[in-house]
Structures are given as structure tokens and as C-alpha cells.
């Protein structure tokens, strides 16, 4: 088997996992992992922190802006430009400061947008189909988050959030553009690669 039909096999087999999960137990999920990534000793050393706004069955680490912004650090997320390219904008308040954007998905509001450099990112909490506890990490396929990852300042902490479910016991298939975690948080277990 190819990898991208390894790949792409994987992905409704993760997918389909997290789904099964019900909405209660996913929040109560979802907040663990946020207060595990938030507890990372490296994340409060980045001036700026990436993180992501779910989009369906992901992990839910939007309490992360709270708790990131109440230590005085300050928080960005990302949105796609017009070049299809991940950008970040710098933002406060997940109910204000976010909008929702060409593909359904929120993201900061124009006036946000490009008011921060991905230079200037210590941290990125990033969402995944599937981790395995090498730091692998397989996303939806468009290499969006891969493309982000490498233009990131080097020493800058990557953070894989996912589910027990979206834990893979092996390797996941490895491309060369695929950009490694250093650390995958789930609601029980952290892994550092």
C-alpha cells in the first residue's frame, strides 16, 4: 500500500474514533488537555502562543486562551490567505476577536489579521487526525499546518492535542514535509519525543 492511500485509510479510521466520543465526555476531555498543555513548563517561555479553534471532532483547547492570556502571555491563531498559505493574528478574546472565515472555519477578524509573524511564535498547540508517540502527526492532507510548522522560529515548542483515541500504537506513515511534535498531549498522557 502507497502512503497516501496509507494515509488517507488512517484518516477515516481516526476520524470515525473521535467521532464516537460523546460531547460531554469530549469537553470534559478537551479541558484536561488544555490544563495539561497549559501546565507544560516550556509554553510559558514562548512570548506568543499559537493555538487552533476546533473544527468538528477535534479537541477543544480554546480554555487555553484564558489561561495563556490571564499568565501575560499573549495568543494568536491562524487563518488561511489568499495564496492558501497558514498566516497568524494576534487576538484577546475568542468570542470578539474571532470570525468566521471562507472555508467555515473561525479565525481572526481582518482587522487581526497579519498583526503578528510566525517569527515571533515560541509555542503551537496544533490539532491532528491521528499522533503516535513519536511525535508523528497526520492532519487532514492539505500540509497547511506542515507548511506553518517549518517557517517557525527554531526551538519553538510544537504540541500535537488529540484525544486517547487519536493515539496511533505504531508509526504513522512519515513524508518528508511532515514537521514532527515535540510533545503530544491527550486527556491522560503526555508524550515528549
Do not use: W
Not at 480554546?62 to 487576538?91: F, H, K, Q, W
Not at 508517540?133 to 510544537?158: F, S
Amino acid at each position: 500500500m502507497n502512503t497516501h492511500s496509507e494515509k488517507q485509510r488512517l484518516r477515516e479510521y481516526y476520524s470515525n474514533a473521535r467521532k464516537q466520543i460523546p460531547p460531554a465526555d469530549a469537553a470534559t476531555f478537551s479541558l484536561r488537555i488544555a490544563r495539561a498543555i497549559f501546565s507544560l513548563p516550556k509554553l510559558l517561555d514562548a512570548g506568543l502562543i499559537l493555538i487552533y479553534h476546533k473544527i468538528g471532532a477535534e479537541a477543544d483547547v480554546s480554555a487555553l486562551v484564558e489561561m495563556i492570556t490571564g499568565a501575560g502571555r499573549r495568543v494568536a491563531l491562524p487563518y488561511c490567505d489568499n495564496d492558501g498559505l497558514l498566516r497568524v493574528g494576534r487576538i484577546e478574546n475568542l468570542n470578539r476577536d474571532l470570525v468566521k472565515g471562507a472555508y467555515g472555519i473561525m479565525e481572526p477578524a481582518d482587522s487581526l489579521k497579519g498583526n503578528a509573524g510566525l517569527e515571533e511564535i515560541g509555542a503551537a498547540v496544533c490539532p491532528g487526525i491521528a499522533f503516535d508517540k513519536r511525535g508523528g502527526r497526520l492532519g487532514r492532507g492539505g500540509g497547511h499546518y506542515d507548511r506553518l510548522l517549518r517557517n517557525l522560529a527554531g526551538g519553538a515548542l510544537v504540541v500535537g492535542a488529540a484525544f486517547d483515541c487519536q493515539i496511533c500504537p505504531d508509526s504513522l506513515p512519515r513524508e518528508e514535509h511532515d514537521v514532527p511534535m515535540n510533545v503530544v498531549v491527550t486527556e491522560t498522557r503526555t508524550y515528549h519525543v
